[in-house]
């Protein structure tokens, strides 16, 4: 099973307020990740978590604010979003350093957010 | 982690084997080819990775040239439902950022 699911599917939200966004995975993958895909372009990573700790920002404006409280759970916590922010959220996991040298990342289906 | 380049579009007919070139001239030794793809509006899709030798799974065929500057990925079969972009990626370190370049819109027509 290389499922990685991500609620919600579909999110709307102003500018004031404040949503989540949430990634599981159970396959026992240690390293976990935030891409963001703007339309007609690749996916750029934003964070990376290795056995839950924060190990790559990359360079994120702080109205992004990650978290995983637990090896299966990641999550994406937003506020005061601009409408430039509106993409979709894609999480990605992986088995991490024990994966030794190929370490293939699985994706979630995303969440499309709109930042009205 | 290497770029690489591939052409921006592609069409197959439905039922033909989908030949899907990249080149990395700059890959290093440590470095792996992984292949995913992305239809529309959906997150990436893992296909199939190698190194130096031909890989085969059940989605499709990775051929490597020995030099290892390029590769060639074979959708054997192509249906409609294989219409999507195909990114070819070079990456070597756990934990970092899959580079995805712009890949190559597939679309495969009755």
């Known amino acids: 099973d290389t499922e990685v699911t991500q609620t919600p599917k579909h999110l709307v939200m102003g500018m004031t307020n404040k949503k989540s966004l949430k990634c599981e995975q159970h396959m026992g ?9 703007k339309a007609k372009k690749p996916p750029e990573l934003m964070f990376v978590y290795s056995y839950e700790k924060l190990s790559i920002n990359e360079s994120v404006p702080s109205r992004f604010s990650p978290e995983c409280p637990n090896s299966s759970l990641l999550n994406l916590h937003l506020h005061a979003l601009q ?11 992986s ?19 709109t930042v009205l | 982690d290497a770029k690489t380049t591939q052409p921006p579009s592609m069409d197959c007919a439905e039922g033909r084997a989908a030949n899907l070139p990249c080149n990395h001239s700059t890959i290093s030794g440590n470095e792996y ?18 190194l130096k030798n031909n890989e085969t ?10 030099d290892r ?17 195909y990114y070819c990626i070079v990456h070597s370190n756990s934990g970092y950022a899959l580079n995805f370049g712009k890949g190559t ?6």
């Open chain 1, 29 to 37: 993958h240690r390293a976990m990740y935030w891409y963001k895909q």
């Open chain 1, 83 to 93: 409408p430039e922010d509106s993409a979709l959220y894609l999480c990605a996991s």
């Open chain 1, 95 to 113: 088995q991490g350093e024990l994966a030794g040298p190929t370490d293939t990342q699985y994706f979630g289906p995303g969440t499309r957010l």
């Open chain 2, 33 to 50: 080819v992984y292949w995913y793809r992305q239809i529309h509006s959906q997150g990436p899709q893992y296909i199939i990775h190698g």
């Open chain 2, 57 to 66: 799974n059940e989605m499709a065929s990775l051929i490597i040239t020995e």
């Open chain 2, 69 to 85: 500057k390029s590769s060639t990925l074979i959708l054997p079969h192509a249906t409609l439902r294989d219409t999507a972009v």
């Open chain 2, 105 to 110: 819109s597939l679309l495969v027509t009755p």
